[in-house]
């Protein structure tokens, strides 16, 4: 059973990282502090994940980077283009709306 949960959990995840990427791009912020903030925030992303995901959607146009190189370690910088918060908009109501779908369907049983 453990291994049975612990694959549907990790399919789970999977379908839900891109929407949690996206919802913290907003304004510009590079790969590794994103990797700690969805750590912080109970989303736990590697990064061999998160940087393959983030190059994906900046080749769909999602996503747009910036190196900023004036600190003391060069840094690319992603955020959310402004098809991209119409994308991370669309996504967000469809989570919200499968969430609530499921909720329901869910009230209805009892195995808790």
């Not at 549907?8 to 913290?24: D, F, H, K, M």
């Not at 502090?33 to 750590?39: G, Q």
């Not at 959310?80 to 919200?96: E, I, P, R």
């Amino acid at each position: 059973m453990e291994e049975i949960l612990s694959g549907l959990l990790l399919e789970l995840r999977r379908g839900s990282i891109v929407l949690a990427v996206l919802s913290q791009l907003e304004k510009p912020v590079y790969g590794y502090y994103l990797v700690n903030l969805l750590s912080k925030s109970g989303v736990p992303v590697e990064v061999n994940t998160l940087y393959p995901l983030l190059r994906r959607l900046e080749g769909q146009g999602v996503l747009e980077s910036k190196w900023e190189t004036s600190g003391s370690k060069p840094r690319k910088y992603y955020a959310l283009t402004q098809m991209g918060s119409q994308v991370y908009f669309s996504l967000k109501k469809n989570w919200l709306a499968l969430v609530k779908s499921i909720e329901l369907l869910m009230e209805g049983t009892d195995n808790g």
